[in-house]
């Protein structure tokens, strides 16, 4: 439901600044604008065909409001019409970010605010969205919130930064109350940590349910696959090309038969690419089937499971609509629309 235009924490920038985003017709509404999001909207084209931008703020800190400025400015300048506001920062009343922006001079005329206490509807054309502020412990003195987010009839939480999960969202959680939960999550595991950390939140969240629950905001030292290994799903960014990084193919490569080469100078081994046999028409309806077959026991094996035939049939379905026309696979487009289309629930491919 929520797309990310980056999902690491402050200090991994390789990922991005964490922020969400929908986009709906001509409205763009993000959550935070850190200090790489605005380069990353651009490079992205996110702002093509967008006449409204609404930018919803969990808090101050810069790797989630240190570029508002200059997407103010843009917007301000260059889209729309000359000097005429097409952003609205939506923030609760105790987060400060006027004095922020007023630091970097950015006018107060540039941009339109609305200010939330507990609940607030957000209608402009066909987009609609219902926000319910929910006050989370991040560091010490700083007020931070998560949000509560209804969007076509999906109930989501998205916590911003924060260190627990309050007991009542907590509560919801389990009472099945959230469609898709997004969890700031961190592999840092320390007292005083600003930060959840996953073993933090192995503790808290009940297998049944972690299957809802997406971590973002990760810091440098998690581990994408031990977070999948223990129930919970983590996010990608659209501008990340890290999406499905494996760490260690030599179980896979095992399991498939492969073989492995190690690449130094005493290695001597070389590799021809030209070194193909050309296939008939039959042998070549054989390949296609290994193929599919490979790629049922390649995700088997990379994440430990065995894939019901629901899921194998909709893998082909996926591996028929992404791939080229000469059934060469691409694993990765492949594995990231039907990641996408299993978190979503969705049963059949649809043109």
Known sequence: MLNFIGCGSALNTQLGNNGAFIKKDNILFMIDCGSCTFERIQKSNLL?????????????????????????????????KVAEPI????????????????????????????????????????????????????????NCFGFVIEYENQTIYYSGDANDIP??????????????FYQDTSKSDFEGNPHLSLRRLTELVNNEVRNKVFCMHLDKEFKREEAIELGFNVVSSITSSENYLID??????????????????????TINPFDIDLLNEDDR?????????????????????????EEKDELYRVFMKVNNATHQIQLEDIYKVFLDRKTKGIKAYQD
């Open 48 to 80: 093509e065909g967008i006449e409204h931008i609404y930018i919803l703020l969990t808090h101050t800190h810069p790797d989630h409001i240190g570029s508002l400025g200059d997407l103010i400015f843009y917007s301000y300048f260059l889209m729309g």
């Open 87 to 142: 952003l609205t920062v939506i923030a609760h009343n105790d987060v400060n970010f006027r004095d922020v922006l007023r630091g970097m001079h950015v006018g107060a005329e540039t941009y339109d605010v609305i200010r939330i206490e507990k609940n607030e509807s957000i209608d402009n054309g066909n987009f609609h969205v219902e926000l319910e502020s929910v006050p989370v412990t991040h560091m010490k003195g700083m």
């Open 167 to 180: 007991v009542d969202i907590l509560n919801r959680l389990h009472n099945g109350e959230f469609n898709l």
């Open 248 to 269: 260690d193919y030599s179980k896979i490569i095992e399991k498939l038969g492969g073989e492995k080469i190690t690449i130094n100078p005493e290695n001597h081994k």
């Open 285 to 309: 309806s054989e390949a296609f089937v290994s193929s599919l077959e490979n790629m049922y026991e390649f995700i088997e094996t990379l994440h430990g499971f065995v894939l019901t035939q």
